[in-house]
Structure formats: C-alpha cells, structure tokens
C-alpha cells in the first residue's frame, strides 16, 4: 500500500504561482510513475502531468505545458507540481497518485493504483 497526501493548495490570483506536494508512506515511490490529476467543479477528473520513476521523463496535458512542472524527490518519497502563470480555469482539486504503468501510458485515472485525498486549487479572476 502507498499512501498519499497532498498539501499546498489554496487561494491565488490570475497570474500567480502555488507550488503543491505530494507525501508518500507506505512503500518508496521509486517503483511507480507518478501523476496529476484535477477535476473541477462539475467536470470529471482530468490528466495534468506525470513523471517516469526516475523523474527523468515527463509528460504533460496540453493546456499546462509550459506553465506546470512536475518533479520528483525519490529520496525523501515526494512528488510536486510547480504551477506558474494560473488561470481560474486551472481551479479544481488536485489529485495525486502512483502508477505500476510505464510512464508514457500513465495519463488515465484507470493507470493508477493509489490516490491522495486531494487539494484544492482556486485560482480567482
């Protein structure tokens, strides 16, 4: 079992940053790829970023490229999401989670096998 917990979510403006983290317990996540998610209000959860195990690959959802950056830290267990440039259509809460799946096919909620309980993100106009 791999437990997550997100934190550093909150309330931001147009234009700012928020920089949020990913804890894991459990097991090292250096054995699985790991993601965002997000679902806003009313809209089912969507593929934000992913990272391969060693972090040296990433992919993200078109919409965040270039504003977004997902890293990873398998030492002290941690993923995060450096968001830059927000928009309020990037308000949601913001899922963690941890994949088996070689990166490039982890960009499906149904690739992963663990889940944090999410952070909210609002980004105000």
């Known amino acids: 079992q791999v437990q997550l917990v997100e934190s550093g979510g909150g309330l931001v403006q147009a234009g700012g940053s928020l920089r949020l983290s990913c804890a894991a317990a459990?097991?090292?996540?250096?054995?699985?790829?790991m993601g965002w998610f997000r679902q806003a209000p009313g809209k089912e959860r969507e593929f934000v970023a992913v990272?391969?195990?060693?972090?040296?690959?990433?992919r993200y959802e078109d919409s965040v490229k270039k504003r977004f950056t997902i890293s990873r830290d398998n030492a002290k267990n941690t993923v995060s999401l450096q968001m830059n440039s927000l928009v309020p259509e990037d308000t949601g809460v913001y899922f963690c989670?941890?994949?088996?799946?070689?990166?490039?096919?982890?960009?499906?909620?149904?690739?992963?096998?663990?889940w944090g309980q999410g952070t909210q993100v609002t980004v105000s106009s």
């Open positions: 459990g097991r090292t996540i250096s054995n699985y790829a």
């Open positions: 989670a941890a994949s088996r799946r070689f990166w490039m096919n982890a960009d499906v909620q149904n690739a992963y096998e663990y």
């Open positions: 990272t391969s195990r060693s972090g040296t690959s990433t």
